[in-house]
């Protein structure tokens, strides 16, 4: 995705050019970026950033009026109006929808600009008049910074292929952290695949300056977050409608158009109902898959009738499963590694969508902020495919999940799931466009860790929020069934919605072992028809075991892939043959399998 790269040394800087066009070569992923280098000989900095074109940070280098302060930044920053009138009123010339009012933001409030920062970014901010340079990201860590530090100097990346690229000898992967992968979806406590290769901690301020080794500070301390006393129901609710309604319009009128993107559930919903008519540059749109037009879809269409928007469809269709091999090597080049390759359902539609707008305004984290939602736990291996010594690096990588989950639960939820988890969707979609979600605002943020303690509660309040903006938007029901009070239609609404989506599930991921070889005789029906795409939009055991079963054998039966140390080759040999011809369900094994071959072969072996 779009990002920074460079290199900091006591040497000249123009000697590290060559590194940084090879590093910058690494991250051009669309033929619609931008990009450029920054070589400052006086600081030993060398430096190169890539962008959306026309995005919030297509206008580096951002320099101050006096040529002594420059500012590489990547991401957005969405400010309070009032820090913007602020600024102008000062004197500063800025235009106020990119980030060319940053630098000038640090000027009037030195080390402070960190914390005032509101958004999802990564920066290098050079301070010549201090003789420094920092290195910065957001406060939760959803902008990456990957590091090394070499005998030359310290090199940083916001993708850790293009240090792969720069240095052979971090081409090796770090077992404990694939253990972790493997036994619970994602690498933890802000560590990386690959041996060598460090990550900057949640709200770093790394300065550095001459001769002096880095001081690794932090900008932000969640304690600041967590000491604060919880509000009764009403009070919280009172100030939740107050703030949301406030912040909105801050990732909706942003000068770039904006695509809404519609599911069936809460989140998205929420936003819609309390946009207004100056967001007139919003449209919506919604996914839907090659079976069914699922809920997302039907419910997304009604949302954007309520509320006069236009919407689209954007369908995977059958086309994706010959396109998937490209698409899922994709998926694991432009992550490093840690999305899966059932990640390029997701890179398929957002290509197609992101003709729309340049921005995709999404739902993504409500849930989780607002409600509690704990998606990052160990996962459901069936089958023990591992070698015997690697089992118990799983093992403990289990152990260690638990032991992060010692904590407040928001916190849990925003400075560990969000960035150890929640990366891998996100680093994928910010490929292809910009990426914005209101939930994940400072504001918001602070004011959910004063929820009531009640987690029943926030349900009820999160469809209050929905009625109280647009009472139409509280007249249908959601894709787990109708808002508010339910009565007798109510709760046999619910229980139908509850059943398909089981029936979704359970026909395509869950299936159990035995249902699968029922599956498989009964094949010539074309049961999928009946059970699939209702709530989903991608069929994974289904196209594993049909359009996709070359592409799986042809990568996982493959001697490379069967002699990996941490696996154990007859077995998995087995799985794969058991669910091609439908005599198991193997989903989420092949899945994990396939990822970490491919992360192999592109990020090890021929990057």
């Known amino acids: 995705m779009p990002g920074i790269i460079g290199f900091i040394s006591d040497s000249k800087a123009q000697h590290a050019s060559p590194a940084i066009r090879t590093m910058l070569g690494t991250m051009l992923h669309e033929t619609s970026y931008t990009s450029g280098t920054l070589m400052l000989e006086q600081l030993g900095v060398s430096a190169g950033w890539t962008s959306h074109g026309g995005s919030y940070s297509d206008c580096l280098p951002i320099w101050n009026e006096t040529k002594d302060i420059c500012l590489l930044f990547a991401g957005e920053s969405l400010l309070d109006g009032s820090d913007l009138t602020d600024l102008q ?34 920066g290098l901010l050079i301070d010549l008049r201090r003789k420094e340079v920092v290195l910065f990201n957001d406060r939760y860590g959803l902008g990456r910074i990957y590091y090394h530090e070499a005998k030359n100097g310290f090199y940083f990346a916001s993708e850790a292929k293009a240090l792969l690229k720069l240095f052979p000898h971090l081409r090796k992967v770090d077992l404990r952290s694939l253990g972790e992968y493997f036994g619970c979806g994602s690498v933890l406590q802000d560590r990386t695949l690959f041996a060598g290769v460090a990550l900057l901690p949640p709200a770093s301020a790394w300065t550095f300056g001459a001769g002096q080794a880095p001081r690794r500070k932090t900008y932000f301390d969640r304690k600041t977050w967590e000491s604060q006393a919880p509000l009764s129901a009403d009070e919280y609710y009172a100030k939740l409608k107050t703030t949301f309604a406030r912040i909105l319009p801050r990732y909706l009128s942003n000068g770039e158009r904006v695509a809404m993107s519609l599911t069936g559930g809460l989140d998205s919903r929420m936003i819609m109902a309390w946009t207004n008519g100056d967001s007139a540059k919003l449209a919506c749109y919604s996914h839907f898959g090659m079976f069914n037009k699922c809920a997302d879809a039907r419910i997304g269409q009604r949302v954007a009738e309520a509320c006069g928007r236009p919407h689209r469809l954007v369908q995977v269709g059958p086309e994706f499963c010959s396109e998937f091999p490209v698409l899922a090597m994709r998926t694991v080049y432009i992550t ?10 997701g890179l398929y539609a957002n290509r197609i969508a992101k003709d729309i707008a340049p921005v995709r305004m999404t739902g993504n984290y409500g849930g989780e902020v607002l409600r509690g939602l704990v998606t990052l736990a160990p996962a459901k291996l069936r089958n023990p495919y591992f070698a015997g010594d690697f089992r118990k690096v799983i093992a403990e990588g ?17 400075f560990k799931q969000v960035p150890w988890h929640h990366y891998s969707r996100f680093t994928l979609e910010s490929s292809q466009w910009t990426i914005r979600s209101p939930y994940l605002d400072n504001e918001l943020v602070a004011l959910a860790y004063q929820a009531p303690p009640d987690m029943r509660t926030h349900q009820r309040l999160a469809e209050r929020l929905i009625t109280d903006g647009n009472a139409s938007l509280g007249a249908f029901p ?6 508010g009070r339910r009565g007798l239609l109510g709760r046999l609404g619910e229980k139908y919605q509850e059943l398909t989506f089981k029936a979704d599930y ?13 599956d498989r005789v009964l094949s010539p029906l074309h049961m999928e028809r009946l059970f699939l795409g209702r709530h989903k939009y991608y069929h994974f055991r289904y196209w594993y075991r049909n359009q996709l079963a070359p592409f799986v054998k042809d990568v996982l039966l493959d001697s490379r892939a069967l002699t990996r140390p941490y696996v154990d080759g007859e077995r998995v040999k087995h799985i794969v043959n058991a669910h091609v011809t439908g005599h198991g369900n193997y989903t989420v094994e092949i899945t994990s399998l396939l990822t970490a071959e491919l992360m192999h072969r592109q990020l090890i072996e021929n990057i």
């Open 506 to 518: 359970a026909y395509d991921y869950g299936m159990p072992q035995w249902l699968a070889k029922v």
């Open 89 to 122: 009123a000062r004197g500063h010339v800025f235009d106020p929808h990119n980030a060319s009012c940053l630098v000038h933001l640090y000027e009037e409030t030195g080390d402070g600009f960190f914390s005032k920062l509101n958004g999802t970014f990564t």
């Open 336 to 345: 490093d590694g840690v999305m899966e390759v059932n990640g390029a359902a």
């Open 478 to 483: 959601t894709d787990r069934g109708p808002l």
């Open 398 to 414: 289990v152990d260690t999940l638990a032991e992060e989950r010692r904590v407040p639960r928001t916190s849990f939820i925003v």
